[in-house]
């Protein structure tokens, strides 16, 4: 089966003002459907945030070129458009932001609710009701998530740290962003890997560079392979990794998010001009500016996604290197179930209502046993405060 609704590369002059051939509507939701409907399924999607049409662009230009192995494909391959509307008006969003949403209570509700949905409710519901039928299949589901940023900078991606998730995301050869889904919750990603899909989110480059939508459609082809759709072998995965091996040589292969500057409207949040994804920090480097002053790193490290736009609530993260060998030390403590032994720390109990999950006294406990759950697989729940509460996904391996 076959059906692509954008079925023609953007012309350059298209690319370069972002935009693509909506109707009055916006852009489908379908971009295509290819493969059979055995074996291991492939969703991709984009444009989850209205500002940011380069994915959009990528995976319709990448779709069109799938046709041609349509026979060679061993899973289905889906591609969604996530934010309709606020891409037809070019907003991150309308009402508020799609892919901080994503709490399963919330997407029952509003499944059985009988009033009118806001604009993101609306795309929310439909954007479920594509992805629930292929949760039933009985291969594995793999999620492309692309998205762009306001600042310039390499690709990258971002990554649920579960095993399986990590092996996905390592077939990307662009640095890998750890930690993000403690900071940040209610994403499409979040949600549906704690259904069980295993998915990455891709960050492709500025919003407005035609750069953008090629590095989009080399993570496309990279995810195919990945995903097992796609024999090794084949030329355009050739190429996508040559692509993205580019902008990306002399970067850390993998890192993690240490501090995330929390914004709000009354803020008066404004990034100082001339910061880049991957550039170095200091600890005090001046960073941007809001109504109490000057803003700083409060650590070295290096920036991620510093803010240059209006609407969004990150103003910017730190990150700083995750050694290989901590990655392997990683997945053989979750292997061997080290969790059973956690409870033996100074400072940590377990939960008394939530199976699996520990409370952790942080003026008792030692920063090291924070590094210690991490590896373990476990993230933090709510905010930092004098108790943390830290729980491991269902779906990790070993788990």
Excluded at 222 to 236: K, M, P, T, V, Y
Excluded at 273 to 291: M, N
Aim: charged share 25%.
């Amino acid at each position: 089966m076959s059906q692509s609704l954008l079925n023609t590369p953007a012309q350059p002059d298209v690319v370069a003002l972002g935009a693509l051939p909506y109707g009055p509507q916006g852009p489908p939701r379908v971009l295509g459907r290819h493969g059979p409907e055995h074996g291991p399924v492939l969703v991709c999607v984009a444009g989850l945030h209205g500002n940011e049409p380069m994915g959009v662009v990528g995976l319709a230009r990448a779709l069109s070129r799938l046709s041609s192995l349509e026979e060679t494909l061993h899973g289905r391959v889906v591609g969604l458009v996530g934010n309709r509307q606020a891409l037809l008006e070019d907003l991150r969003f309308i009402d508020h932001d799609l892919n901080r949403a994503w709490f399963a209570d919330r997407i029952e509700a509003l499944r059985e609710a009988r009033a009118p949905l806001s604009d993101e409710d609306h795309e929310l519901v439909e954007l479920v009701e594509e992805v629930e039928p292929l949760l039933e299949g009985s291969g594995p589901i793999y999620l492309l998530d692309l998205h762009t940023t306001s600042g310039p900078g390499p690709a990258f991606t971002v990554v649920e740290d579960t095993l399986a998730n990590r092996q996905f995301g390592l077939n990307f050869p662009v640095p890998m962003v750890l930690g993000f889904e403690e900071e940040v919750g209610g994403t499409m990603s979040n949600y549906l890997c704690d259904r069980g899909v295993i998915g990455i989110g891709f960050e492709a480059g500025q919003h407005r560079e035609p750069v953008s939508a090629e590095r989009a459609d080399a993570a496309f082809w990279i995810a195919l392979e990945a995903s097992g759709i796609l024999s090794a072998g084949c030329d355009e995965v050739a190429m996508a990794r040559r692509r993205l091996e580019t902008d990306t040589a002399e970067l850390p292969p993998i890192v993690e998010v240490r501090y995330r500057h929390a914004i709000s409207n009354s803020d008066r949040f404004t990034m100082n001009p001339g910061h880049r994804t991957f550039q170095p920090v200091r600890r005090g480097h001046r960073l941007a500016r809001d109504r109490s002053g000057e803003v700083t790193s409060p650590t070295d490290g290096l920036l991620l996604m510093p803010l240059y736009q209006k609407q969004g609530d990150d103003g910017f993260f730190v990150v700083r290197r995750v050694r290989r060998g901590w990655l392997k030390l990683s997945a053989a403590m979750r292997r061997y179930r080290l969790e059973r032994f956690l409870n033996w720390l100074p400072g940590v109990r377990r939960h008394p209502e939530r199976a699996g999950a520990f409370i952790v006294n942080r003026r008792i406990a030692r920063f090291l046993t924070l590094e210690v759950f991490h590896l373990l697989g476990f993230r933090r729940i709510g905010p930092v405060g004098r108790y943390v509460v830290l729980t491991r996904r269902t779906h990790d391996d070993g788990a």
